[in-house]
């Protein structure tokens, strides 16, 4: 009978990539080439015979073991490479009796499993690296493109003072530039050895421990650690927290895309697809499913970090349970974001904008948006407190007389003294006051560009 599996959602949430890194193959080709780098490093000191280490590694093929029984000896033994090393055994031993023998030598079974790990790790934050750089470069094309795009900023969800789309799409830009950043300062911490043998002192393997260390560490690419991290696991943590921010950052950016998408904004959208966010029984629909990806991984994450944060206080040399709760947590924060990632990489390098509906939307509070404008030009002139209560006066005159906000500052005498119809036309094009946005534009795709 073969076991139910959980797919339905994968496609939606995770990237395939991700996905293979972390399945149960994923899982046992990490342990199994910690026990083939360690046959080898073994026998570069001597400690095992040269002639061991072609058996052993023939066989830490993930390809060659059964996931459905080792997940039934899993639930008896407590982890996932006891059973697996006991298989590996058996399978050495069929052809090579002897080479058995050299099998995990003076290692335990954390080492195989977070060493194991640190390996899918790695290929994870390739795949991170990847995808995060794709997303730099489709967001700084489009904060090039749209550089002097005026629309509406909103501050507490109501129209402010003009921006433009190359701006917002700039910060969301600087965001994953500083992410790049830090996965690289992440690397020499993260991608580290775990190897220490029974409770940490390596005794197992007398004076050779140290000189095995290193020729491991040097097998997988890996850094030698100033001692094993058995139930030290601020490295895995500080990755988990890193994840965090990575979805949080994503997060930002749905809400961003799907607010501006809505019917009454209609400003940006995600990329149309025959089939894309439609509803089951309203056939208008056009439903911002990727943001819905973005925010909804954002939203879990949290709790996925906070379990990790939680499982920290490892107690002694080896933990009970804590460890145990890292498993499946940090696999599926990795997951998440990958899936946030390609969602906001779709929606990003196809997006489509409404220039016209912009320019439409700064309109409707009929030029109130560009009152602080005039209120800064005739502060200069008439001073601070003055031309504030001025120009307050005439936006409510505006409001309630339901006017545009330039007929009421031209039949205003004391703003007429000031300024004549050149100005006021000047002071309330969106197009005059968008200040630095321009320059925020290019030193964010600067700065990606040179990351």
Partial sequence: MNRPSNQLFDAYFTSAEM????????????????????ARAEARCGMIPQAAVGPIEAACKAERYDPNALAQAIAIAG???????????????????????????GATSQDAMDTGLVLQLRQAIGLLEKDLTRLGDALAMQAERHVDTPMSGRTWLQHA????????????LGAITRHRERLQAIKPRLLS?????????????????????????????????????????????????????????????GPDLSLLMQTDVGEVFEPSAPGKGGSSTMPHKRNPVGSAVMISAATRAPGLVATLLS?????HERSLGLWHAEWET????CCLVSG????ALNAIADLEVDAERMLGNLEQTRGLVLAEAVSITLAQRIGRDAAHHLVEQCCKRAVAEGRHLRGVLAENAEVRSELNDAELDR?????????????????????????
């Fill in 19 to 38: 996905r293979a890194v972390f399945s149960d193959d994923g899982r046992l080709q990490g342990m199994l080439d910690f026990e083939a780098a360690l």
């Fill in 79 to 105: 982890n996932s490479a006891i059973p697996l090393i006991k298989a590996l055994g058996k399978c050495i031993a069929q052809d090579h009796a002897e080479a058995e023998k050299y099998v995990h030598l």
């Fill in 161 to 172: 003072t003009p921006v433009t789309l190359g701006m917002k799409i700039a910060g969301w």
């Fill in 193 to 253: 050895l775990q190897f220490g043998g029974a409770s940490g002192s390596l005794a197992a393997l007398g004076e050779q421990a140290w000189p095995v260390s290193q020729a491991l560490a040097d097998e997988l690419a890996l850094t030698l650690p100033e001692q094993p991290w058995h139930t030290q696991r601020d490295r895995l943590v500080e990755f988990a927290a890193l994840l965090g921010m990575i979805a949080g950052s994503l997060g930002k950016l």
């Fill in 311 to 315: 499982a920290m206080p490892q107690e």
């Fill in 330 to 333: 940090l696999p599926e924060l």
């Fill in 340 to 343: 946030s990632l390609q969602q």
């Fill in 427 to 451: 002071l309330l094009d969106p197009a005059f006051y968008l200040g630095q946005a321009r320059r925020w534009v290019e030193r964010a795709v600067a700065e990606h560009r040179a990351t």
